[in-house]
């Protein structure tokens, strides 16, 4: 599961719409609608409109945080954040067919993960983004080795993915690290042209896992 995950991000410029059709046009093929702070009657609409996007191009939608709207429109998954519903109440409402995402900071949050059957984890922050708040204490590259380190020791293989504040200048250092992806939203929207900066991103995957 090497691979790039697009987190949908509401700027001036783009609304998650146009967010998540332009990260699909770049090549990616995971989007997470996150809408912090919006109802899932507000979120629905919208959802909606990426999800049928996402299945044009075939491609893996997260609903982020609200596990019954994930349900209801079927979905391919949900991202729980810490605070959010636990992952196993969300794995019985939802049942086997859904992937279900579990932020993590330190092992014992991917421990704890695990145990509770998530599909797999997003882990960071790398370093700060502007695009959360309550921010969890920074990892950095170390962080990623040693969260992995002690992954292997505990026998623990779930996809990790790295998340904030990631550009791409850090796709090379961060994959020798171990992690299976890397989940991204300002970087591409604030780049003078997104679509283009997606593929330079996948690009430099690519070249880093080969």
């Known amino acids: 599961m090497t691979q ?7 700027t001036e410029r783009y609304s998650y719409l146009d967010a998540a059709r332009m990260a699909l046009e770049g090549g990616c093929r995971w989007v997470q609608l996150r809408m912090k702070g919006a109802t899932a009657e507000e979120i629905e609409p919208v959802a909606l409109k990426v999800q049928a996007l996402c299945r044009q191009y075939k491609a893996v939608f997260i609903i982020d945080d609200h596990v019954e709207l994930a349900g209801k429109l079927h979905a391919d998954g949900v991202h729980l954040g810490k605070n959010d519903m636990p992952i196993t109440e969300a794995r019985r409402i939802l049942g086997e067919g859904f992937i279900i995402g579990g932020t993590a ?9 695990h145990a509770a059957g998530a599909d797999y984890i997003g882990c960071g922050p790398f370093r700060y983004t502007a695009t959360k708040k309550n921010l ?7 962080g990623y080795i040693d969260i992995l380190g002690h992954m292997r020791k505990a026998d623990i293989h779930l996809p990790v993915v790295a998340i904030g504040g990631i550009t791409a200048e850090d796709i090379p250092a961060l994959m ?7 989940a991204l939203s300002g970087t591409v929207l604030h780049a003078p042209r997104p679509i283009e900066e997606m593929k330079r991103i996948i690009g430099l995957m690519q070249e880093s896992c080969q």
Do not use: A, C, K, Y
């Open 136 to 142: 969890s204490p920074i990892l950095g590259i170390e």
């Open 176 to 182: 020798r690290t171990g992690v299976s992806g890397i």
């Open 105 to 113: 900071n330190t092992f014992e949050d991917v421990w704890m993960h």
């Open 4 to 10: 790039i995950q697009f987190i949908t991000h509401h």
